[in-house]
């Protein structure tokens, strides 16, 4: 089936590096969520892009969606302790069933 | 306050045995989900609601029931045809299937 593909699975920083995870369709997605899940917790939604090529920002975060509405990034400038957990995408993918990424698990090293 | 509840947190059962676990929302969401996690691993959907008295199979759905009788309620049944059970079992909802999703608190099942 309709598949959303995220890299890396896992990500270690050094606080204070920048920080990207990838997502990837090979459908047209219709839109694309983000969200964040801290260990032990439940994930929290972030932000959505619906538009080709939208860019939208969050203090040290920024999210975009390609041209081709076929992939999605999330940059997290200068990380911080607080920004450990795993990082996942997720799409309706035009069908209203809400399918998530694998996910990428950030640890940050002090 | 409004939210999504999901009960128990931590819930142990023997093999063999059904368990049902609870989910209620007071936000007035028309889409309901149920997803599986397993450690280190990303969401996978067991079924999903968008209206009351409908619901569809998700990727993983093998081994698992629900019922969506009431707009507020979608409760999971493990039944002892799955597998491999133990997982954190996460209830989702949003306004409809486009829109932004909601977490409860997450079931952790633990089969013995």
């Known amino acids: 089936g309709q598949q959303v593909m995220q890299i890396p699975q896992y990500q270690h920083v050094q606080e204070g590096e920048d920080f990207t995870t990838y997502c990837n369709s090979s459908t047209t997605l219709s839109n694309i969520q983000w969200y964040k899940q801290r260990p032990g917790g439940h994930p929290v939604f972030l932000i959505q892009l619906v538009k080709s090529g939208e860019v939208k920002k969050q203090k040290r975060l920024t999210f975009q969606f390609g041209e081709a509405k076929k992939n999605s990034s999330l940059h997290i400038t200068a990380t911080q302790t607080t920004d450990v957990g795993t990082y996942f995408c997720a799409s309706s993918l035009g069908n209203e069933k809400l399918t998530f990424g694998t996910g990428t698990r950030l640890t940050i090293i002090p | 306050d409004g939210g999504i509840t999901q009960s128990p947190k931590y819930l142990f059962r023997k093999e063999g045995q059904n368990v049902t676990l609870s989910c209620e929302q007071n936000?007035?969401?028309?889409?309901m989900y149920w997803y599986r996690q397993d450690p280190g691993q990303g969401l996978r959907l067991i079924y999903y609601s968008q209206i009351v008295n409908d619901f569809q199979k998700g990727d993983i759905a093998e081994g698992y029931s629900v019922s969506r009788e009431k707009k507020e309620s979608f409760p999971l049944t493990v039944t002892s045809a799955q597998k491999n059970p133990t997982a954190f079992y996460l209830c989702a909802s949003s306004i409809q299937g486009y829109a932004e999703a909601f977490f409860g608190q997450g079931t952790r099942l633990t089969v013995v």
């Open positions: 936000l007035n969401h028309d889409a």
